[in-house]
């Protein structure tokens, strides 16, 4: 066994601040021995953090050579440094540095994380440190709740879960009083085996004394170097040996009285001289190697971390993620809505006329009554019906274009007035299917026209200039026939045809119209479909109607619908799209801000996560997976109020919300890049944090 697990030589570290550089370790050469405890007292500011952070290697000495279990450290890289710390190392500050939105289990757990051992072994081994450290009961507990005293044993066993060879306290009980602090240093000795070496930063005579061996630090220097009674109990006899008495220099504070006094102990000033031994058991070498350790799924544990910080920050990072909500909400409305309107008809003009046909009979004679009965009731009628897409079908027959309309002088009115209307011969169904409105009496029906019954249904507008009461019982007169009216109509003003007309039952005529026929002049066939369906049954119609003949009817096709797309102007658009872009790049900022600001709120997480093990791009996957997590559920929360959004209008306005998986789809592209972007900066300042200066006490 090699004597030494710490062997420094001739470290110097100084730091600049603006102009000056203060130099902190002036030339220190220590060397530390397996199984012992170092105490390092000194005043504030004599470099003793410094010390502890070379030794820990979270930071490099600018001279001098440090061998940690007899492998130089200069020929290690970053990742390796790294390994180290997670397998070799461990730290307790005087800060316990746990992370708080984790359990105890789960704080002492997190090496084990790191190291990426199965989830049995993780709980086996937290199991026993815990229980070694009665903290059995506290293991679910979450760290708010723990005692000062409750809060550094979860850090010692933190400490102790990875078996470490070298452990590193800088004032770790500096923030406890007298029980607890003897409690922590009869740890720190229980857990020091002849595999370990323990080094205790402390101001405490008290937990110095209890220590093996006391550096004392000033300005940088050694300036007192020697074991106490108990080195004889623990210290190998060969380390031991080589301390000599000598006299304690008169500029030095008598550290001897205060220790003597504290624990009425006598203390030997010994001064070590061991600096020259450097032999070295390749054994060991081989042991502690870097080269021989597992490598780590940094990566994984990185994403895991992320998510688990990311889920336990849900409701602080609600504010963070309120700017991506409002900009993917703003932009996928736009990009909906844009869908949604594009898809809608220009107006219900257009929406009548894209699902109405017109099938005209082409013969020059008009035909008789019975041909007309006939028709409406034949094979091929029926099968129109049944067309797919067809939704309604009903006979018009214009008997004339204008036609002498007149109030009667013997049931109503002053004097007799006179309309020139169209006359339409129609089935009963006509009001429905061409979409007018009853807005007094009703319709007719078959009776009306199986027995050719003079009764008619006008216009509002007719019904209007003949100023014909509403009441049963009124005639009109036309073409000088009488006809009771029993209903006046709304007309659908999309059916430009038909405006001011009367309506009379099918194979009707007045009898001072000319010739046997029906009097008919255009015979119709009026077909509604459901949209979009138009063309489809213009084309199958005729033949549905009369397979011999189909070309006997012409179908007059629906003009293209023309679609709101038009009317919303492509500029307006463009400045919607715009200004969602805008509200993103805010959201992208606040989220970028936010992260840069918990990055420097958390810098002491993360400088306990690289002390731990972590390397500096596990920080940065973690920082940078944090906050496109954030991101994307910002964006879902962001895509759900668009949705919401995209419905009350389409509701609003009747129209069909359009929701497409692109229109999703360019939300989720649009939160994944805000969330990429804004975390890359904030992710490559938390891997630059220097551990060193985080986890300082102070
Ligand atoms: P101690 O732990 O003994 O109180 P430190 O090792 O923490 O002392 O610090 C020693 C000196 O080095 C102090 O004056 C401190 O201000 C300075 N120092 C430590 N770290 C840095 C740093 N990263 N940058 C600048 N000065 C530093
Ligand atoms: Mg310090």
Redesign the pocket.
Same mark, same amino acid.
């Given at each position: 066994m090699s004597a030494y697990s710490v062997q420094a030589q001739n470290l110097s570290?100084s730091?600049?601040?603006g102009d000056s550089t203060?130099s902190? &370790?002036k030339d220190l050469s220590v060397n530390i021995g397996y199984g012992e405890v170092v105490a390092?007292l000194?005043?504030?500011?004599? !470099?003793?953090? +410094? &010390? &502890?952070?070379i030794l820990g290697l979270l930071?490099e000495s600018d001279t001098g050579s440090y061998i940690l279990n007899g492998q130089n450290t200069a020929e290690l890289s970053a990742v390796q440094r790294a390994q180290l710390r997670l397998h070799r190392i461990g730290f307790i500050f005087q800060a316990f540095h746990l992370i708080d939105h984790k359990s105890v289990r789960k704080n002492v757990e997190l090496p084990l994380e790191y190291m990426g051992l199965s989830r049995a072994e993780k709980t086996r081994r937290v199991d026993a440190i815990l229980q070694r450290l009665g903290l059995t009961h506290r293991a679910e507990a979450s760290i708010k709740t723990l005692s000062g005293g409750e809060k550094q044993r979860v850090a010692i066993a933190r400490a102790f879960i990875a078996e470490p060879t070298l452990l590193l306290c *800088?004032?770790p009980t500096g923030s406890l009083d007298e029980e607890l602090t003897q409690e922590v240093i009869n740890l720190l000795r229980e857990f020091t085996g002849q595999q370990q070496s323990t080094i205790v930063?402390t101001h405490d005579p008290v937990v110095a004394a209890q220590c093996d061996r006391v550096l004392r630090?000033h300005e940088?220097r050694l300036a007192e170097d020697y074991y106490t009674e108990r080195a004889g109990q623990q210290v190998s006899s060969t380390v031991a040996k080589k301390v000599h008495v000598e006299e304690a220099p008169t500029d030095q504070i008598p550290l001897r009285e205060i220790l003597a006094a504290a624990y009425s102990m006598p203390m030997p000033y010994g001064r070590v001289e061991n600096y020259q031994v450097a032999h070295t058991d390749t054994r060991v070498v081989q042991q502690h190697a870097v080269q021989n350790l597992p490598s780590t799924p940094w990566w994984r544990v990185s994403l895991s971390e992320a998510w688990d910080a990311t889920v336990h920050r849900v409701r602080r990072n609600l504010f963070t993620m309120l700017g991506v909500i409002l900009g993917i909400a703003s932009l996928v409305l736009t990009v909906g809505l844009t869908a949604t309107i594009s898809g809608q008809l220009a107006e219900s003009f257009d929406v009548f006329r894209a699902r109405h046909l017109v099938m005209t009979d082409t013969r020059k004679e008009a035909p008789t009554r019975s041909q007309l009965l006939e028709l409406s009731r034949s094979e091929g009628y029926e099968r129109v019906h049944q067309l797919n897409g067809v939704t309604g079908v009903a006979l018009l027959n214009q008997l004339s274009e204008g036609s002498d309309i007149q109030n009667g002088p013997d049931n109503f009115g002053e004097r007799s007035v006179n309309v020139t209307a169209s006359v339409l011969g129609a089935t009963p169904n006509v009001f429905e299917v061409e979409g007018h409105t009853l807005t007094y009496g009703r319709g007719f029906d078959e009776g009306h026209v199986e027995r050719g019954d003079k009764v008619v249904v006008v216009s509002e507008s007719v019904a209007k200039k003949l100023g014909i009461p509403r009441e049963e019982g009124i005639n009109v007169y036309i073409q000088g026939d009488m006809f009771r009216v029993i209903g006046i109509v709304q007309e659908n003003p999309s059916i430009a045809l038909s405006y001011g007309a009367v309506y009379i039952p099918l194979g009707v005529k007045p009898s001072t119209m000319d010739g046997n026929s029906s009097g008919a002049k255009h015979t119709q066939i009026v077909i509604t479909t459901q949209a979009g369906a138009a063309n489809q049954v213009a084309e199958e119609a005729p033949y549905a109607l009369s397979p011999e003949k189909p070309s006997r009817y012409t179908v007059g096709v629906p003009p293209e619908p023309k679609t709101l797309r038009e009317a919303v102007d492509t500029q307006q658009r463009t400045m919607l799209i715009a200004m969602s872009v805008i509200t993103l790049i805010i959201g992208a900022m606040g989220i970028m801000n936010t992260f840069l600001v918990a990055v420097i709120e958390r810098r002491r997480e993360v400088g306990l996560r690289l002390a731990l093990g972590m390397r500096p791009a596990g920080i940065l996957v973690q920082i940078a997976a944090e906050t496109l997590l954030t991101s994307i559920m910002g964006t879902i929360f962001g895509i759900v109020v668009a949705i919401n959004g995209i419905s009350i209008v389409s509701l609003m306005n009747h129209w069909t919300p359009i929701i497409s998986t692109e229109t999703i789809a360019s939300g989720f592209i649009a939160g994944a890049v805000v969330g990429l972007l804004a975390g890359i900066y904030p992710a490559l300042r938390a891997a630059r944090i *220097?551990p #060193? +200066?985080t986890l #300082? #006490? !102070?």
């Open positions: 570290k730091f600049t601040q203060i902190v &370790l390092i000194g005043p504030s500011g004599s !470099g003793k953090s +410094t &010390l &502890l952070n930071s *800088d004032e930063v630090m940088g *220097d #060193a +200066t #300082a #006490a !102070g």
